[in-house]
């Protein structure tokens, strides 16, 4: 059984279309998160959820919305996409506490044209 | 700023060799600490993780990191490279001053040469 599993795993698309990837982890942990990695495989979190509620938005544009209708789920949603959208975009699960280590689905990668 | 810096975006050794992959970090607030791998066209797993226990953690696959607080490093090594280690290794820092986040470094490609 896959843990924490992203779909699609390759999205194509045009610029100005609105897009979403759809996240679900079954471990049962309270926390998930958006994570973007660029081309030179830079990691950057994006959004923290904890038991459905935001705790980490970092500097990304407005165009990217999360959303989470339940702890199990956190769904990313990309309005507008633009040509610097263009990355593979991983979802991450972990349990409450600081010390609890990422469990990460394997990605999507999103190329916009 | 807090960071995370890996030296070296590439790292080549011969099958068999030690393994030397650098990581430090900026901080006066100890970390926890975890070493991630990414192979090819996957997500990332989990290697090792400190979290303020032994000084000298030991992770899957054979390798292991030393959390040196005097040098604040937490280099990851193995003793003899296989093949099949060749991937991308993440560092990667959860400061408890800063929300919890998990911050990563910018990665070290590992290539291991027959």
């Known amino acids: 059984d896959t843990a924490v599993s992203q779909t699609p795993k390759y999205l194509v698309t045009q610029m100005g279309n609105d897009k979403s990837i759809k996240c679900e982890q079954n471990l049962g942990h309270d926390t998930m998160y958006w994570y973007k990695q660029d081309s030179k495989k830079f990691l950057k979190i994006m959004f923290s959820?904890?038991?459905?509620?935001?705790?980490i938005n970092e500097t990304v544009p407005n165009r990217f919305s999360p959303k989470s209708p339940d702890k199990a789920h956190l769904n990313l949603h990309i309005n507008s996409l633009e040509l610097g959208d263009s990355a593979v975009y991983f979802c991450a699960s972990s349990q409450q506490g600081s010390n609890s280590p990422l469990h990460f689905g394997n990605g999507t990668r999103l190329t916009v044209t | 700023a807090q960071s995370v810096t890996q030296l070296g975006s590439h790292v080549s050794v011969s099958e068999g060799a030690l393994v030397l992959l650098r990581c430090n970090y900026s901080s006066s607030v100890p970390p926890y600490l975890f070493w991630y791998v990414q192979y090819p066209n996957q997500g990332l797993q989990l290697l090792l993780k400190y979290t303020s226990a032994a000084t000298l953690v030991k992770g899957i696959n054979g390798f292991e990191a030393e959390f040196k607080k005097s040098e604040t490093s937490f280099h990851l090594t193995k003793p003899s490279a296989h093949m099949s280690d060749a991937a991308e290794y993440f560092c990667a820092v959860i400061w408890m001053d800063s929300s919890y986040k998990l911050i990563f470094g910018s990665g070290t490609r590992l290539l291991v040469r027959p």
């Open positions: 959820y904890n038991n459905k509620e935001l705790i």
